[in-house]
């Protein structure tokens, strides 16, 4: 079971960024999708919940701290969730990762995560 983040980068505050994360080695659909991200001098232990969508692909639930900016998606066919990341700040700089469990807990694995950094 393999996690590949991707679509970091360097933006100006107010930009936008989209990024993806493709799934390998599971049965995409039964998986529940997460993003999270780690901040700069903060620990694994603080990683930071963003947004979430279940197996059964219903809305996403968002973190407070993004809601209204951010939007996540998945498309099974092509294995990949996606977040929308829009008007971007200082603070959504950070080390941006995914998760997927599957529904049953029988797996529970991590991408190695993309950089974003927000910096005019």
């Known amino acids: 079971v393999q996690l590949a983040e991707s679509g970091g980068d360097l933006v100006q505050p107010g930009e936008s960024l989209r990024l993806s994360c493709a799934a390998s080695?599971?049965?995409?659909?039964?998986?529940?999708l997460y993003w999270y991200r780690q901040a700069p001098e903060k620990s694994e232990k603080e990683r930071e919940f963003?947004?979430?969508?279940?197996?059964?692909?219903?809305?996403?639930v968002y973190a407070n701290s993004i809601k209204g900016r951010f939007t996540m998606s998945r498309d099974n066919a092509k294995r990949t969730v996606f977040l929308q990341m829009n008007s971007l700040k200082a603070e959504d700089t950070a080390v941006y990762y995914c998760?997927?469990?599957?529904?049953?807990?029988?797996?529970?694995?991590w991408g190695q995560g993309t950089q974003v950094t927000v910096s005019s």
């Open positions: 998760n997927a469990r599957k529904w049953d807990g029988s797996y529970d694995v």
């Open positions: 080695g599971l049965t995409f659909n039964e998986a529940n």
């Open positions: 963003l947004a979430t969508i279940s197996h059964v692909n219903g809305p996403a």
